[in-house]
Structures are given as C-alpha cells and as structure tokens.
C-alpha cells in the first residue's frame, strides 16, 4: 500500500525527477471507493439514481483529477540549469533557474507529528518553499532514509554545478534594525506596542466583568478568571528580553517572573530554525527559533523562541543580524520548519 503515497524519482545522469504529491492517488481510490459504496447503498434501497447524475459526475471528475495530479513532477534538468514543474507530468507550469535556488531542508509538521522535505529559493530561505516530497511519520522510514541518501545529494551536487551551495557569505550590516546595543551586549527589540495594547484591553474587560455585569453567575467568574489570565500573560510579554552576549556567548531570557528567567551558553549551541506558522491553512507569521543543548540537566536538545515577523524578509534580515552580533565559528546552517 505504500507505494501508491510514498515519494517516487527517476535519476538519470543529467536530469531528476521527482513524484512527491502521490498522496492524491490514495485520496483517489478512497473517494472512488466511497463512491462505489455510496451508489451501491441507494440502489439497494430503491433510490432513483439518474437524479443523482449531476452529483455522481462531479464526483467522478474531482476523482479522476486527483488521480491524475499524482502525476504531477519536479524536473530537474542539469543540462539547462533549470527546475520544471510539470503538471500531470506533461504541461510545464513553472521553471525557476538553479542560480535562484538554494537547497533541500527537512521542515516539521508539529500539528501533524511528521515532517517532509521541500525546497527553497535564496530569496526565500525561511518562506513556504517546494514540495519535493511526501511526507513521512517515521524518522527511520525507508523511502525517506532513501531520499535523503540518494536524492537529495544529486540534487544539491546539480545545484552546486550552477551556483555554489552553501550559505551565502554573511555581508555586514551598517546599522542593527532587531538589535540594540546595551554597553557589550545585545538586547532583542520587541513588538511591545501590540502587547501593551492587548494587555490594555483585557484589563478594561476584566474591570467591566467585575463591576459592569450586575449578575455573578458561575461563568461569569469563569470569563473573568480567564481573561486575568491573558492580563497577566501579556504583561508578562511587555517584560520579556532577550539579551546576547558575544563576550561571554550567552543569550539570556529575563521576565517579569524570576522563574521564567533562563540562560544559554553557545558552547552547547545547535542552530538556528525558522518555523512558519499556520492557522487554518492561514499563514500567521514565521517565529525565529535557537536550539541548545541542555548539558546540565537532561542533555537533551531544547529550543529557545527569540523573534517572531510576519514577513519572510524580515525573519532573513533578524538571523543576518544575530550572526553579525554573536559571531559562531562552524556555525550549524540555518533551516526552515513549518507548523
């Protein structure tokens, strides 16, 4: 059953192509499974079905189109420097030149519990990026184990051919716009204005809960509990900084709650992640994220949320100036996840 929903590819000594939305076929054959059940329910129940045509047609045809979009492929073409994609494997809908790309990277899918792997543009590092595969459930899942071992260096060594592969040279910046300069260190600028706001709002709701509501019924004090709640978390937020340390290569989180307060040494530093969030297949913003190794208590790897931008360039320009400030030699490459 796997083979109708896994990723497929030919490797052929100048081109790759890629099958990464063979999803839709298992989406095909359920519906037209469905289908089938459906239509045989109301015949056995005396329905007149030649009514139902217009439905069955329609249905017919979403089916047959989702079947048909398995087909759908990247085409990877090192002889013109050029990336394909072809619809139904036939009618060439896009082309985007290799000197535009700039690799192949994991992304989680948290909501989800999988990940799969897409493909980025360089003025798009942290964007939506390309599906180039299906996604997975398991870390050790064979197609994937394959993918990573024999496709995706192909791909980069095609790319590589064309323009090289690696991150690009960090050029300095003239003047910090997300940092501020605090004596040797270096302190986060915050969106405090839109928190100060909130925070404003639900005080007055919790005023006019308390005193403007003449009747105390057991919601009530529910509604009120809860939006004291959101006072004290957005108050909370207008005192939350993040201050770097280049000198002593730290990065430290201080809140108005002393227990919220934590530090990080860059000795245990993992890398850099920009994950895309999405609400309702809404794109709502993409959040800055710093893993570090927990040496001293669980020796596991934890993250440190540290920026959020609704607008992909600004979330390249804030990791630009986080490696202008806390300067990391062998610094881990930077990668894209989404939520």
């Not at 403007?212 to 509990?225: D, L, M, R």
Request: glycine share 6%; hydrophobic share 45%; net charge positive.
């Amino acid at each position: 059953m796997k083979r109708f929903y896994q990723t497929r590819w030919e490797i052929m000594p100048d081109r790759i192509v890629l099958y990464p939305h063979r999803t839709f076929s298992m989406i095909a054959i359920f519906l037209l499974l469905l289908g089938t059940g459906l239509a045989v329910l109301l015949y056995n129940q005396g329905e007149n079905l030649k009514s139902l045509w217009p439905i069955a047609l329609a249905w017919l045809l979403v089916t047959i189109l989702l079947g048909a979009s398995a087909r759908n492929c990247l085409v990877f073409d090192n002889q013109a420097g050029m990336l394909y994609h072809k619809w139904l494997g036939i009618l060439t809908t896009r082309n985007l030149s290799f000197s535009e790309l700039y690799g192949i990277n994991v992304v989680n899918q948290s909501g989800l519990g999988g990940y799969s792997y897409k493909l980025f543009r360089k003025k798009a590092r942290y964007g939506r990026g390309i599906a180039v595969s299906s996604g997975y459930s398991k870390a050790n899942d064979e197609n994937a184990v394959a993918f990573v071992t024999e496709v995706i260096p192909k791909i980069h060594a095609f790319l590589d051919q064309h323009d090289k592969l690696s991150n690009p040279e960090i050029v300095p910046v003239t003047s910090l716009r997300y940092f501020r300069q605090d004596g040797d260190q270096y302190v986060v600028r915050g969106a405090k204005l839109s928190n100060i706001l909130y925070g404003l709002l639900f005080i007055i709701m919790s005023i006019w809960i308390a005193l403007g509501v003449p009747e105390k019924t057991f919601g009530i004090y529910i509604a009120q509990v809860f939006v004291l709640l959101l006072v004290v978390i957005f108050v909370n937020s207008i005192f939350i900084k993040f201050v770097f340390d280049p000198q002593q290569r730290t990065v430290k989180r201080t809140a108005l709650f002393s227990y919220m307060n934590k530090e990080y040494s860059f000795e245990h530093f993992l890398g850099v992640q920009a994950v895309r969030h999405t609400t309702n297949m809404i794109y709502t913003g993409t959040s800055v994220h710093l893993h570090f190794l927990d040496v001293p208590k669980s020796n596991k790897a934890i993250e440190l949320e540290v920026a959020s931008y609704y607008r992909v360039k600004n979330v390249d320009r804030f990791i630009q100036e986080f490696h202008q400030v806390m300067p990391l030699q062998d610094s881990p490459s930077s990668t894209a996840a989404s939520i």
